[in-house]
């Protein structure tokens, strides 16, 4: 056997250990690892209990644990991207929302809602965009450029929003910068160096980056997409633009979230490689079901991790801290008042944008 049908022979076994790894996932095999079937079920019912008790709603991102997000349904709560987990929360007659996501979100849904108790499964779950734009030095950032719009993702601390101008999400940040640019408006860009290079690239505005980046989308490889196409060729490229300009320029779909869902459903293909998150394989899966997802690679060749395109700060939350929260009322998510005037300006332009 010669050294190049011994790779592909290598690759083929891979891409194959990465689907049946795909459909353990939906199939919930990780968690029976963790749970006994019994325990999970007797969890999820005690945690609806606490959900009627406490007037609470539970909000979810697409990137928590298929478990989670499966509650969220059944509850008549919210599983989403970040801009409809701020819209439904902001829609809600629930007092309470239980955020499960990432530390920002909890912030987000309490700037958007001050009068509603906000708790979150823990308060240890951050984001490397939101650690890597402290809001003292973005400041500093900003200062230099005084008659430039600043645009930042939602993936920030309510401090560094307060800075802003216009809050964005990756849904609706091509539209927004179009709108600005069309007003004229020079535009910094925080924190997503990728986003914003994608989205200047888009538009063809030039945009003055922050250079922060997501651990996560940062990781997909060229190299791993193209041996798994060797043995799917008609697996069509699914790709978020946090990831790097190489992933972009072999995306046969670049988008949110949301949009990569939509994608998956209304294209014809029978395979996708998805870079993004494994979290929305659960979403994909329940649009879709006659498909299959396929963990876009991380890892290079040697490597004996073949994909860690999993947020290690999403996969915190769980449902025991989720039915610890609700019974204790801990991790409440506080915002200093004025800090929370500041941020809340920036936000509601989003919400209030409407694209043309
Ligand atoms: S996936 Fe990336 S952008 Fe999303 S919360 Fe995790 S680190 Fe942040």
Redesign the pocket.
């Known amino acids: 056997m010669t050294a190049a049908q011994d790779d592909s022979l290598l690759m083929s076994e891979r891409a194959i250990a990465d689907r049946v790894l795909v459909q353990e996932y939906l199939a919930h095999e990780h968690l029976a690892k963790q749970h006994n079937k019994d325990d999970l079920r007797a969890s999820k019912e005690r945690i609806k209990a606490l959900l009627q008790e406490q007037d609470a709603v539970l909000v979810a991102h697409y990137?928590t644990d298929a478990v989670l997000q499966e509650l969220a349904d059944e509850t008549g709560g919210c599983v989403s991207d970040s801009l409809e987990m701020a819209k439904f929360g902001n829609q809600s007659d629930a007092s309470t929302l239980v955020v499960a996501g990432?530390h920002f979100m909890g912030e987000t849904a309490k700037i958007l809602n001050p009068e509603k108790r906000i708790l979150v499964p823990t308060l240890e779950a951050t984001?490397?965009?939101?650690i890597g734009c402290p809001a003292d030095e973005f400041s500093a950032f900003c200062d230099a450029y005084p008659d430039h719009t600043v645009v930042v993702y939602a993936?920030t601390s309510a401090a560094v929003k307060a800075r802003a101008d216009w809050v964005v999400t990756s849904g609706i940040a091509l539209q927004l910068v179009e709108h600005l640019a069309a007003e004229g408006k020079p535009i910094i860009w925080g924190p997503d160096q990728h986003l914003g290079r994608y989205i200047a690239n888009q538009t063809g505005v030039d945009m003055v980056l922050w250079q922060g980046s997501?651990?996560?989308?940062e990781e997909f490889k060229v190299k791993g997409i193209d041996d798994i196409k060797q043995v799917y060729p008609d697996a069509a490229v699914l790709v978020h633009p946090?990831s790097p300009q190489a992933m972009v320029d072999i995306a046969d779909v670049v988008g949110s979230t949301t949009q990569l869902i939509k994608a998956a459903q209304n294209m014809p293909n029978k395979h996708f490689i998805v870079a993004t998150?494994r979290g929305i394989f659960y979403k994909m899966q329940q649009a879709t079901e006659d498909k299959v997802f396929i963990e876009a690679p991380t890892g290079g060749s040697g490597a004996t991790c073949r994909s860690c395109a999993h947020?290690p700060?999403?996969a915190m939350n769980d449902l025991r801290k989720l039915e610890h929260v609700l019974r204790t009322g801990d991790n409440k998510i506080h915002i200093d008042p004025q800090l929370r005037q500041a941020a809340y300006k920036p936000l509601k332009r989003l919400l209030d944008f409407q694209p043309k």
Do not use: F, G, K, R
Request: charged share 20%; hydrophobic share 40%; proline share 0%.
């Open positions: 990137y990432v984001c490397s965009l939101d993936n997501c651990i996560v989308h946090e998150d947020c700060w999403m």
